[in-house]
Each structure stands twice: as C-alpha cells, then as structure tokens.
C-alpha cells in the first residue's frame, strides 16, 4: 500500500508564491508517476501537473505553464509543485497523486491510483 501526505497550502495575495509537498511511503515509484490535480468548488478534478519518478520528465497543464514548477526528491520520496505568480483562479483544493506502473497518460485522475488527503489553496486578489 502507498500512504500519500499532501501539505503546505494557504491563503496568498495574488503574484505570490507556495511550494506544496507530498511525501509518499509504502512502494517503490521507480516505474511510476506522481501527479497534482485541483478541484474548486463545483467543478472537475483538474490535472496540474506531472513527473515521472525515474526521469523526472514533467508535464503541465497549460493553464500553469510558466508559473508552476514540479519536481521530485527521490531520496526523500517527496513531489513537490512550486507555486508562483499564483492568481485568484488558482484558488482550489491541491491533491497529490501516484501510480506504481508505466502509462502514457498522466492528466486524468482515472490514470492514479493513490491520493493524498489535498491542501487547500487560496489567492485573494
């Protein structure tokens, strides 16, 4: 089983910054892929942003390309998703997740298997 622990959400003026983490336990990711999607009030669960474990290639939702920037400590087995410029429309809960497998895909939440408890991320403007 793989434990996922999603912190360091909060509330931001606009043009800020946050660095989330999510530390992982439980499995080895070497073939896998970590991910974060965010959900504000009355919508879809939307992808964020991607890397895979073993060669650290990332991938961005173009509503974040620019701004946000994954990444991954493979010693410390923890993703973490650099905030930055952030704006009001960001404003969302963050979920971290992982997959133990090699896939093609990585924007949909069907493409995970595990997920963090999520953070909450609010930019006033």
Known sequence: QVQLVDSGGGLVQAGGSLRLSCAASGSSFSTGAMGWFRQA?????DFVAAITWSSASTYYAD???GRFIISRDKAKNTMYLQMNS???EDTAVYSCAARTYS???YVYPSDYTYWGQGTQVTVSS
Request: proline share 14%.
């Open 63 to 65: 509503s974040v390309k």
């Open 41 to 45: 009030p009355g919508k879809d669960n």
């Open 103 to 105: 896939r093609s895909s």
């Open 86 to 88: 952030l704006k009001p």
